[in-house]
């Protein structure tokens, strides 16, 4: 049975890659896995089918030969653990590789989504703009702590692993509000995430969907 993932049918992102499903896209491209994808509208999120596959009603999901999964890092590992290219052979270095994993979307995703959710759905609180140079600045933190950790390496630890993708995938939301750039190093690691043949595969795949649905509509 072929594997078959979920994304949105009008991306809310306007196509520039940071849906979670871009992350599940980029990882089956990393390890050569064909896949189907299944479009769904934000009112199929909420119906009792989708709901069974996710019960928090997000995208996306995952399914093959009877097993479905849901949330972007389980999915991601999911893939990791079964098909060579994600993860080091190596024990210590694959443990590793999954920390990092963790410490994305643990650590250095949680204020990203919390700037985001400031600035494009709560904007017009009267909090808003006191809000949003506080969680900057706390992202900065992180960003700080980061950009020592990976210093002038090309990856977090050695090779290229699930780890990178996961945090690149993470990084990558800062594009548009600049904060990355504050940060040359880790500027040019996502860069480098980016020219990566599978996520280029992953990102025009995403890109598609939205230029035919605008098209259509």
């Not at 896949?35 to 995952?62: C, M, W």
């Not at 002038?152 to 995938?169: E, I, P, Q, R, T």
Request: net charge negative; hydrophobic share 45%; with cysteine.
């Amino acid at each position: 049975m072929s594997i078959t993932i979920t994304a949105f049918e009008h991306s809310p992102d306007g196509g520039r890659g940071l849906t979670r499903d871009t992350r599940v896209r980029w990882a089956l491209e990393e390890v050569g896995q064909p896949y189907e994808v299944r479009l769904l509208s934000f009112d199929t999120l909420k119906e009792p089918a989708h709901l069974a596959l996710n019960p928090f009603g997000q995208i996306p999901t995952y399914e093959e030969d009877g097993l479905a999964l849901f949330e972007s890092g389980s999915i991601v590992f999911h893939i990791a653990e079964r098909h060579a290219g994600l993860l080091p052979d190596d024990a210590g270095a694959r443990a590793r590789a999954i920390t990092w994993m963790f410490a994305a979307l643990s650590t250095v995703e949680p204020p990203i989504i919390e700037f985001a959710n400031a600035r494009l759905l709560e904007s017009d609180k009267p909090w808003c703009k006191e809000r949003v140079p506080l969680v900057a600045d706390r992202i900065r933190c992180r960003l700080e702590q980061l950009t020592r950790r990976l210093g002038d390496a090309d990856w977090l630890d050695g090779a290229f692993s699930a780890g990178d993708l996961m945090m690149a995938s993470v990084l990558l939301r800062l594009k548009p509000s600049g904060l990355i750039n504050e940060f040359p190093n880790l500027a040019a690691y996502v860069a480098r995430a980016e020219a990566r043949p599978a996520y280029q595969r992953a990102f025009d795949a995403q890109l598609a969907v939205f230029n035919s649905r605008r098209q259509a509509g």
